[in-house]
């Protein structure tokens, strides 16, 4: 980069923008703005200016470069929507498992057929699990459970330490939790296609999936309201 | 075989940076977002991973660093693309090749730690991974093509 100092001022000035740094702040001066530059100097910072040039995409690499936008836009697209996904869908019949609660009691899926079943896959580290069991499930239970609804919570012990009966008994009191959990001690939640907790299935009383909600209920209680009661219509 | 002139590599770096700081800006988006997204299995789950302890640092989203990486470099792209080779004490080509490398070693770090520690590989983290460094490998042949272009002149 060029600089020169200032004939009036002597501050440092870069070679293009000397004349005019004079004229506007030296306008008294008596320096001869013109003489400011030599020729040489002129034609180094025109040859600068002419240097700095836009760079040309040429035919054959704009086809290469929206070809790669094409490729990366489907591999974007396809981990988004997920065709890829295990599990069960809505109007599937639930898979049936043996757990046993941290009670100890067994429970069999298909010895519950009559009965609507809330099932919740979660895991006692997961924050939206705590979330949930804290400010949506309660009401969701007291409102349910009532009208024969069956609660069952699944410990899939995605995260976190090592989930045990004794840490998942620990975390029903800790929130108040009166509804039967148990630990995945088998391929449950991969036969239901559960990746991420809390995952929550309603089944109707055939044992018919009605319901699955990913993650937090998006509306809260209005959510699984609205699964149950469709369930149990 | 198609030879890429500096302005094809240019617009390439910016193309992929910016599905990056899209990439990114959706995981940021969803780590807010309290659902479950790109899981396939319980090894390739964004769900696990954004439930791990790696997933933010002091509450800001670790995603936010790869949306501000490819925003950089979109940016600077876009000012070599316009011509502007000098930015600072450094050439625009040597700016993408530092921020280039930087992005590839935050990459590296956390695919590491996805695969050892948190055992869950997020898919979206990977196309981001994998996008800087295609973008590396490009900021990586810029000073070389823009020394044989100057010959050639």
Redesign the interface.
């Known amino acids: 980069m060029a600089v020169k100092k200032c004939p009036v001022c002597g501050s440092p000035v870069k070679l293009e923008n000397l004349q005019r740094h004079v004229r506007n702040q030296h306008p008294r001066s008596d320096v001869d703005v013109e003489s400011l530059v030599t020729k040489e100097e002129r034609r180094e910072v025109e040859g600068k200016a002419a240097?700095?040039?836009?760079?040309?995409?040429?035919p054959?690499?704009?086809r290469?470069?929206v070809a790669?936008?094409a490729i990366?836009?489907v591999?974007?697209i396809l981990?988004?929507v997920?065709p890829?996904?295990?599990g069960i869908g809505l109007g599937s019949a639930a898979p049936d498992f043996t757990l046993t609660t941290t009670g100890g009691n067994q429970v069999r899926l298909s010895n519950l057929q009559g009965t609507v079943i809330f099932l919740e896959f979660m895991?006692v580290?997961?924050?939206?699990c705590i979330?949930e069991a804290q400010d949506v499930l309660p009401q969701v239970y007291t409102a349910y459970q009532s009208r024969g609804v069956r609660f069952l919570s699944v410990d899939v012990n995605?995260?976190g330490a090592a989930d045990t009966d004794a840490r998942i008994e620990q975390y029903k009191t800790q929130y108040s939790i009166p509804w039967d959990h148990m630990l995945d001690t088998g391929r449950t939640a991969?036969a239901y296609g559960v990746?991420?907790?809390p995952?929550t299935f309603v089944l109707d009383r055939s044992g018919i999936v009605v319901e699955i909600v990913?993650?937090?209920a998006?509306n809260g209680y209005t959510t699984y309201a609205t699964a149950l009661d469709r369930a149990l219509s | 075989m198609?030879r890429?002139?500096?302005?094809?590599?240019?617009?390439?770096i910016a193309?992929?940076a910016a599905?990056g700081a899209?990439?990114a800006g959706?995981l940021v988006y969803e780590w807010y977002?309290?659902?479950?997204?790109?899981?396939?299995?319980?090894v390739f789950?964004?769900?696990?991973v954004r439930?791990?302890i790696w997933s933010s640092v002091a509450g800001i989203p670790t995603a936010t660093v790869g949306l501000v990486g490819f925003a950089v470099l979109l940016a600077l792209a876009v000012l070599?693309?316009?011509?502007?080779?000098q930015i600072g004490p450094w050439t625009t080509f040597r700016w993408l090749l530092v921020f280039a490398i930087l992005g590839a070693a935050v990459g590296v770090g956390l695919t590491l730690v996805e695969v050892f520690v948190i055992h869950a590989v997020c898919?979206?983290c990977a196309?981001g991974f994998g996008?800087d460094l295609v973008i590396l490998g490009l900021a990586w042949t810029l000073p070389r093509a823009d020394q044989s272009a100057s010959r050639s002149e």
């Open positions: 240097g700095r040039r836009r760079q040309r995409v040429t054959a690499g704009l290469i470069v790669t936008i990366v836009a591999v974007l981990i988004l997920n890829f996904r295990g895991d580290d997961c924050e939206y979330a995605f995260v991969s990746t991420g907790t995952t990913r993650g937090r998006q | 198609v890429l002139s500096i302005g094809d590599r240019l617009m390439l193309s992929l599905f899209v990439d959706y977002t309290p659902s479950t997204w790109c899981d396939v299995n319980d789950s964004c769900t696990k439930e791990s070599a693309l316009r011509g502007t080779d898919l979206l196309l996008l």
